[in-house]
Nanobody, 121 residues
Framework: QAQLVESGGGLVQPGGSLRLSCAASGSIVSIDAMGWYRQAPGKARDLVAAITTGGSTNYADSVKGRFTISRDNAKNTVYLQMSSLKPEDTAVYCC???????????????WGQGTQDTVAS
């Protein structure tokens, strides 16, 4: 089993910035990809950004130009730098990883517990 621990959530005013971190640990041999999803009250959970081990990135159209995802492969940690935040960015942000565990290097996936980000004046 792998564990994902998120940090960095909080309350900011519109136009402000937050930086989220997600550290993966446990029975991990390698990580294929890590990403961030978010879910606002009453809405479905949607992909925000993802990054592969090689550095390829994908972003939701709603956050392009404002959010930046990065990764420290040596530490199995992914970051999400969020700038020019809007009230509609308010949501619970969850980290996600696709990895190979130590049991015959089989592919598995894991979710973090989520961190609350609130953008309000």
């Amino acid at each position: 089993q792998a564990q994902l621990v998120e940090s960095g959530g909080g309350l900011v005013q519109p136009g402000g910035s937050l930086r989220l971190s997600c550290a993966a640990s446990g029975s991990i041999v390698s990580i294929d990809a890590m990403g961030w999803y978010r879910q606002a009250p009453g809405k479905a959970r949607d992909l925000v950004a993802a990054i592969t081990t090689g550095g390829s990135t994908n972003y939701a159209d709603s956050v392009k130009g404002r959010f930046t995802i990065s990764r420290d492969n040596a530490k199995n940690t992914v970051y999400l730098q969020m700038s020019s935040l809007k009230p509609e960015d308010t949501a619970v942000y969850c980290c996600h990883a696709v990895y190979r565990n130590m049991v015959r290097r089989r592919t598995r996936e894991e979710w973090g517990q989520g961190t609350q980000d609130t953008v309000a004046s």
